[in-house]
């Protein structure tokens, strides 16, 4: 097994779609760090006018911390999509190629197979976060200093510069579960196509979909709510509340955990019964 | 003598929605053979060598490899097996050499540099072993295809369609691999491939099919030389040499063509009437020949 996803690694990183995740990431960070650094004072002033008509906020709270909080929120859509379009080629890129022949004709099992593929597309996509939080807490040092930090959720929760990277860490280990579940999406769309742009299409829009019924304030969505997982792609948030409601996260992480299980199982079940016809 | 099999399948039926693609095809591959299977587009080849390959699942019928059956032993009697499928489709971002080592680390065989190498020598790559396989000839690719197919030194090997869209020097260098790999190395090739011709230098044995059933099975030359042949003859006076042949073998379908040859399907040994009949009502045979060729054959029981 080690062995697949030693080759399924070389493959990927053999061409160039692997790199436009990293180049992404790098520009977003890099984009958001500059615009904040230029910008970043009059637009928190903005939003905490009214605050400091009642509190005396003293000290730089446009710092590394408050900057890497807004770039997590990046994880909602621009993340999504990179992962999607790895995790999407995986299976269906091999189909479009004609390259699944060669694979599939020899004693491999297509079982081990596909869970070599599954593997690497986690990888990637968890890749793809850590480099968002080396990016964001590292390359933001170069711009900002750290700092006591504001969080405008729910409440106004002021963290201490020391409680607050274990905060981050959790943060980002929560976006990297987030992110396994949309290319285990993509990654199933990817099993039963032959072109790598249906299933990204494909993933984008049940993510889409599913977010506009997440966040829809409307009665007749309420009872599906709790079992859609784009209502709790933004549980990071949650280690950002004080006191951290960890049942909450518990729960949430299950509900991911379960739907990757879901995802995966189908396109098992898929992969191992579909006729290789491409 | 009794031939070892190599391969067996019996009864074979694949639909692809309301569409049979193949119905109920039997065939027979022994050890050494090079089993040439043949149909027009569209006959079922294809299915049918896929699902020798377990890439597609047959809705009924059975197949023995190796004397084991497909169902449950995949793995195993991919083992024994190289197949080049179609398109010889590569990671065209990865040199020649580099596809050969991740395909043969697929088979779970760990592959010598100098091993590799020979393969490429072989089909006559070496030198281009480090080359990226984007920068390669159709046939080129072709050759890295059957390259391919050695890598874990097989005993039976399944080459679909492998001189399709070659140049005639690509068409003779693949035939000469085939033939030495058969002859040298001892390999059983099973070949599908509509080019007749090629068939017909290089198998031993055939199975023709269409519309996804079995025509006939059997050995090349006994399935070129039985039947009807077609003649073709060109005589002194071509009109009346047409006129006089309908008149004597009122069965058969004579035909002149622009160049004033008279064609017809006949019986073996009906040539030497025909001769004797010209000759004697004076009408002189200036080329009399049968065409005898797996095209010939190919195209009258298809």
């Keep these: 097994m080690i062995n697949l996803i030693r080759l399924e690694m070389l493959k990927l990183f053999s061409r160039g779609l692997a790199y436009i995740g990293f180049v992404a990431i790098f520009l977003i960070v890099l984009v958001i760090q500059v615009g904040m650094y230029v910008e970043g004072q009059k637009l928190l002033d903005f939003l905490i006018q009214s605050l400091s008509e009642v509190f005396l906020l003293l000290g730089k709270l446009i710092n590394v911390y408050t900057v890497t ?9 621009h993340i999504p999509v990179l992962v999607a379009i790895v995790a999407g080629d995986m299976v269906s890129g091999e189909a479009g190629r004609g390259t699944f022949r060669l694979l599939l004709t020899r004693p491999v099992s297509r079982t081990k197979l596909l869970v070599a593929k599954f ?37 106004i929760n002021i963290f201490e510069q020391s409680d607050v990277m274990w905060r981050f860490i959790a943060s980002f280990g929560y976006g990297i579960v987030s992110m396994w579940v949309i290319a285990a999406l993509a990654f199933l769309f990817s099993v039963r196509a032959t072109n790598s742009l249906g299933p990204v299409i494909s993933a984008m829009s049940v993510l889409i979909l599913f977010t506009i019924i997440s966040n829809f304030s409307v009665g007749v969505f309420e009872p599906v709510k709790p079992f859609l997982f784009t209502s709790y792609l933004n549980g990071w948030q949650l280690f950002f509340d004080d006191p951290v409601d960890y049942g909450l996260i518990y729960k949430a992480l299950g509900v991911l955990i379960a739907h990757i299980s879901v995802f995966y199982l189908v396109s098992v079940l898929i992969f191992t019964r579909k006729d290789i016809t491409s | 003598m009794v031939q070892e099999t190599m391969v067996v399948a019996t009864g074979l039926v694949k639909h692809f929605g309301p569409q049979k693609a193949v119905d109920g ?64 489709d590569f990671y065209q971002y990865l040199s020649a050499y580099k596809n050969l080592e991740i395909l043969a680390s697929y088979s779970g065989i760990k592959t010598s ?10 089909v006559g ?11 390669f000839s159709h046939g080129m690719k072709q050759r ?55 068939m017909e230098l290089i198998a031993n044995r055939m199975v023709v099919i269409n519309k996804g059933k079995v025509v006939v099975e059997g050995d090349v030359r006994e399935l070129i030389s039985q039947g009807s042949r077609k003649l073709v003859l060109v005589a002194s006076k071509p009109d009346q040499a047409l006129t ?11 035909q002149i063509n622009r160049l004033d040859e008279i064609q017809a399907l006949v019986d073996s040994g009906q040539a030497e009437e025909i001769n004797s009949l010209l000759v004697n009502n004076n009408i002189a045979v ?8 797996l095209e010939d054959y190919f195209l009258n029981i298809t």
């Design chain 2, 244 to 254: 006089l042949l309908r008149h004597h073998f009122v069965s058969v379908d004579f």
């Design chain 2, 113 to 122: 540099r100098a091993a590799i190498m020979k393969i490429l020598d072989t």
């Design chain 1, 69 to 77: 909080y807004i770039i997590l929120n990046s994880l909602w859509i």
């Design chain 2, 25 to 88: 095809i039997d065939l027979t591959v022994h050890r050494g053979d090079i089993y040439g299977f043949l149909g027009p587009n569209g006959s079922g080849k294809s299915t049918t060598i896929r699902m020798l390959l377990s890439l597609i699942k047959p809705d009924s019928g059975s197949i023995r490899i190796f004397d084991l059956p497909v169902e449950g032993n995949r793995a195993r009697i991919l083992s024994g097996i190289g197949a080049l499928i179609e398109r010889p």
């Design chain 2, 144 to 198: 890295l295809g059957i390259a391919q197919t050695l890598l874990h030194d097989p005993e039976l090997i399944i080459l679909d369609e492998p001189v399709n869209g070659l140049d005639p020097q690509g068409i003779k260098d693949i035939r000469e691999l085939i033939l030495k790999l058969n002859v040298e190395e001892g390999k059983t090739l099973i070949i599908s491939s509509h080019i007749l011709r090629e």
């Design chain 2, 125 to 135: 790559l070496a030198d281009r072993a480090s080359s990226h396989v984007k920068t």
């Design chain 1, 119 to 155: 593997i690497t597309a986690q990888v990637y996509a968890t890749m793809l976060v850590l480099l968002l939080m080396a990016m964001s807490l590292g390359l933001g040092r170069l711009f900002f200093e750290p700092g006591d930090m504001i969080v405008l959720m729910n409440t």
């Design chain 2, 286 to 293: 200036r080329q009399l020949y049968m065409l005898n060729s």
